[in-house]
């Protein structure tokens, strides 16, 4: 199964550290995006399967001047990715939520919000605001969400 793990850096210089060194350990290039713009990257992570309010928390990380990181991996690497993105400085986004809250900032879903199903930083969860044949698993680490997706197989004939 394919996992997207997905986090918040403080900075550029420091996603960019994260992705050399995920480059270093073996994923290909081509399997890791760096997003220092907002634009389109809520409905892009929404697509990958992160949360609406999370995609609209990551888009609003970026805009006050944090960097996401999405890198796409097999299961079996995901504990690797983990580990280095953790190495680099990456934001908690619970805690970060938590921040833009308190100073009045409100996600731009709320009704989302209402689904939101954060709970324990070590809490995993299955997706049930999608259809049976499109559910994720996703898990919630505070810094990081990691989303599975089986690989869609062609119809027989």
Not at 14 to 21: C, K, L, M, Q
Not at 22 to 41: E, M, S, Y
Not at 105 to 116: N, T
Not at 133 to 143: L, N, P, S
């Amino acid at each position: 199964m394919t996992k997207t793990v997905t986090s918040l850096f403080h900075s550029e210089h420091h996603a960019t550290a994260a992705a050399n060194r995920l480059k270093q350990a073996g994923i290909p290039a081509d399997d890791i995006d760096i997003w220092t713009t907002p634009h389109n990257l809520a409905p892009l992570l929404e697509d990958l399967g992160v949360s609406r309010t999370d995609a609209h928390a990551y888009a609003e990380g970026v805009v006050r001047g944090g960097t996401v990181v999405i890198v796409k991996c097999d299961a079996h690497e995901v504990d690797e990715v983990v580990g280095i993105l953790d190495q680099e400085g990456v934001l908690d986004l619970d805690e970060q939520q938590a921040a833009w809250r308190s100073e009045g900032w409100e996600s731009s879903d709320a009704a989302g919000r209402a689904g939101d199903l954060t709970g324990s930083p070590e809490m995993t969860r299955a997706r049930t605001d999608r259809s049976a044949a499109d559910r994720t698993e996703v898990a919630v680490h505070g810094r990081f969400r990691v989303q599975g997706r089986k690989a869609e197989r062609p119809a027989r004939e």
